[in-house]
């Protein structure tokens, strides 16, 4: 019972983290329909500015500085990039941001170094709140996790009861019609991919210290971000809130679950005698498969159902 | 007919040319490389079969590359331990092929429903997926080691071992014509120009009653097939393969030499593969920062040159055709605002380079080498030297850009005059 309480615990953190990085994602695709490789690249970056930042300053102003940064350089690659690229549609766009990812891993190696940096967890929120049944919670972890629900109340309000969310919906669909009314549309694209690039760089200053902030950090979410679109069904905020739930709770589950098929087959009583090559297949233990997860859940979702969890287009 | 028998004689003198490489360069670092062009360019040509005709972008093409190698490693493996029947190496392609096209028709049947960048989300999914496998099903895949062969199995027809590496050379090139000549008469079939069809206008395709997605599928099975060639080839070539020739990494390479060589025309991929490939084995052990200019280069052509390299080329057909002479008056312009935008370059790159050096290389010293030339790092001169070089080459440029596009604008004026008026 506190196993899977604390499996669904850290599941649900490592969700509310996919959450706050595909949020930005899904916003901006499902807005302008662009795809942004890089991303997850501006997660990196924002754990490098935070880490640089909390060196000198602190880490409370670096909560807000580092995002504000990231706002403004995604601002800017809209402003004189994207908005030049988007004359030769999506595809481009995305081509454009693949090269972006490049550009910034490199020079993050180059500003930075090819090893991880020592960016820690606050030493005023490192130490156990309360502890459950054995299992203590750092006091970080719970400031993280109310951060993202925050965040994710912030924005789906914002979206959806006021006026500025109505704008932004409505450029969505009927471009034309917004900006004959007097607003100025390439405007919002503008701020909304500042804003979709400021999530995934707070999400970098919350989660840089705890995974480990380093040149491949990028690489190594970037496509589970991708995942979580599709599942949750492209452009669909709900979708990405409920797929990242999933999919972060499905990983830590696995992780924590040791069992295999041929475990499976020995508790109810049977062996299996294969030929030894095939038996490390069946000895395979769920944590072992835990990275291949998300992905199968992505192929299980597009043979099933592929227009997503709320989606309402195919895929 | 006339333009069979052109294409065909054309064919026999690359053909030729390519042969006789080996017999100009004779290093054994020519030798591999001159190896690993014709292996890329069966990729690159594959690979385009997807973006440039089908309108596909793919992240995960590494997969049916990687996965054809590790195959036509256990199989060579087999063979040597004279656990599986003897097949002929010269023929190991075409088990690249099939297993190309086996995958390929499995991950493209749920892939395919959409193009555009729904179909590149899902393609860099599976392209994570089985890179996560690699170092899951280690039997097969052996982790991060990857697995090695001996090439040298078997009957030896005609005294032929693919020992020698010039051997394997002439078997990568015998397969490269092969392959890529299939490719260029696939893109003029009905099928072919039905992928055209599907990537400019998937309504309308539709309407005329062809099954978008079935069409998709067929060119990505396709495509896969014959990436799965060319992962034999590789495999062959270096007697080894990791996983990261199934990773994201290998995907993005081929992506970055198919774009910048030029998606829409079917000499751009070949143009880019050996372009990249020369450059990559040259300058990769001469600068850090090469996957940093190749990013600026690849994102420089997204914004300003969609067409590539091939497209900048094949933009001055029409002038070429009507006249002549307004081409040879491009040339000073161009050159021009070549030379100007050289020097900012080379400024740029000065930049960089001692970045790099400062915060990676250096330990205390100061002392870097760029363009042949000693600099000190920590010194104010040398930052001086490359900042003024970089002001110098946007100043010209400000002046030689507006000038050749004025020269171009007018050419291409004429030749529209010309055109319509007869």
Redesign the interface.
């Known amino acids: 019972m506190d196993v899977i309480f604390f499996t669904l615990f850290n599941g649900l953190m490592y969700g509310m983290l996919l959450f706050m990085l595909s949020s930005g994602l899904t916003l901006i695709?499902g807005m302008m329909?662009v795809?942004n490789f890089a991303h997850a690249s501006f997660f990196m970056l924002g754990a490098y500015f935070a880490y640089q930042i909390s060196k000198y300053i602190g880490f409370i102003p670096a909560l807000f500085i580092a995002p504000l940064i990231i706002a403004f350089c995604g601002a800017m690659v809209e402003k004189y990039?994207l908005r030049?690229?988007h004359k030769?549609g999506?595809?481009?766009e995305?081509?454009?941001t693949?090269?972006?990812?490049?550009?910034i891993?490199?020079?993050v190696?180059?500003?930075?170094?090819?090893v991880p940096v020592g960016y820690h967890v606050p030493e005023f929120m490192d130490f156990t709140l309360f502890s459950m049944s054995g299992m203590g919670y750092q006091a970080y972890a719970i400031f993280t996790l109310l951060v993202s629900i925050a965040i994710f109340l912030a924005l789906f309000s914002v979206l959806t009861k006021t006026r500025v969310g109505l704008i932004i919906q409505a450029a969505l669909t009927h471009p034309e019609i917004v900006s004959s009314l007097g607003h100025n549309v390439p405007k919002v694209f503008m701020l909304v991919f500042g804003l979709g690039c400021a999530l995934a760089g707070l999400a970098g200053v919350l989660a840089g210290n705890t995974l480990g902030t380093e040149p491949s950090m990028a690489?190594s979410l970037g496509?589970?971000v991708?995942?979580v679109?599709?599942v949750g069904g492209?452009g669909s905020l709900k979708g990405a809130l409920v797929a990242s739930i999933l999919i972060g709770v499905l990983q830590t589950a696995a992780i924590s679950l040791d069992v295999s098929i041929n475990s499976f087959i020995e508790t109810i009583g049977l062996t299996v005698n294969i030929e030894s090559?095939w038996h490390?297949?069946i000895d395979?233990t769920i944590s072992?498969?835990a990275?291949?997860l998300p992905?199968?859940l992505?192929?299980v979702m597009?043979?099933i159902r592929?227009r997503g969890l709320f989606g309402n287009r195919?895929? | 007919m006339r333009n069979i028998f052109k294409s065909f004689t054309l064919w026999i003198i690359v053909a030729i040319i390519a042969a006789a490489l080996p017999l100009l360069f004779e290093s054994s670092f020519a030798l591999t490389l001159l190896c690993k062009m014709g292996v890329l360019i069966i990729f690159t040509v594959a690979y385009n079969m997807l973006l440039g005709q089908g309108g596909m972008l793919s992240f995960g093409h590494a997969i049916y590359f990687g996965l054809a190698g590790y195959a036509s490693i256990h199989i060579l493996n087999g063979i040597g331990e004279e656990t599986l029947p003897y097949f002929p190496t010269v023929l190991f392609p075409l088990i690249g092929a099939i297993v190309g096209l086996f995958f390929g028709s499995i991950i493209g049947y749920v892939s395919t429903r959409r193009a555009g960048t729904a179909f590149a989300m899902i393609s860099l999914g599976f392209c994570e997926m089985v890179t996560a496998m690699t170092l899951i099903f280690v039997i097969f895949f052996n982790g991060e080691d990857g697995i090695q062969t001996d090439r040298m199995v078997g009957p030896e027809p005609f005294g032929v071992t693919f020992g020698p590496q010039i051997e394997i050379y002439y078997l990568i090139l015998f397969w490269c014509l092969v392959t890529v000549a299939m490719m260029y008469i696939i893109t003029k079939t009905p099928f072919g120009r039905m992928c055209n069809a599907v990537r400019d206008n998937p309504e309308r395709a539709a309407f005329i009653g062809y099954s978008v997605r079935r069409v998709r599928w067929q060119a990505f099975a396709l495509s896969s097939m014959f990436a799965g060639a060319a992962g034999s080839l590789h495999a062959l070539n270096y007697e080894q393969i990791g996983f990261e020739a199934v990773g994201v990494a290998q995907s993005g390479a081929v992506l970055f030499m198919a774009f910048i060589g030029g998606a829409g025309h079917f000499l751009g991929p070949i143009i880019g593969a050996i372009g990249l490939t020369y450059l990559d084995s040259t300058l990769a052990d001469l600068t850090e920062a090469w996957l940093l200019y190749l990013g600026l280069i690849f994102s420089l052509i997204v914004m300003f040159a969609p067409g590539g390299i091939a497209g900048l080329i094949v933009m001055h057909g029409p002038i070429a055709k009507t006249n002549s002479k307004l081409l040879t008056g491009l040339i000073k312009p161009y050159l021009s605002a070549i030379g100007s935008i050289i020097i900012g370059i080379i400024g740029f790159i000065g930049i960089i380079e001692m970045l790099y050096f400062r915060s990676l290389i250096s330990k205390g010293e100061g002392e870097v080498i760029i363009f042949w030339t000693e600099f000190n790092a920590n010194g104010i001169i040398s930052w001086i030297i490359f900042i003024g070089l970089i002001l110098l080459g946007f100043v010209l440029s400000k002046k030689t850009f507006p000038k050749a596009k004025e020269v171009w604008d007018h050419a291409i004026s004429v030749v529209k005059a010309e055109i319509t008026h007869e």
């Open positions: 695709f329909g795809l990039a030049r690229v030769f999506h595809v481009a995305l081509l454009f693949f090269g972006l990812f490049y550009i891993e490199e020079l190696q180059m500003i930075w170094g090819k690489l496509p589970i991708f995942v679109i599709v492209l090559l490390i297949l395979l072992q498969v990275p291949i992905y199968l992505l192929v597009l043979i592929p195919d895929v």
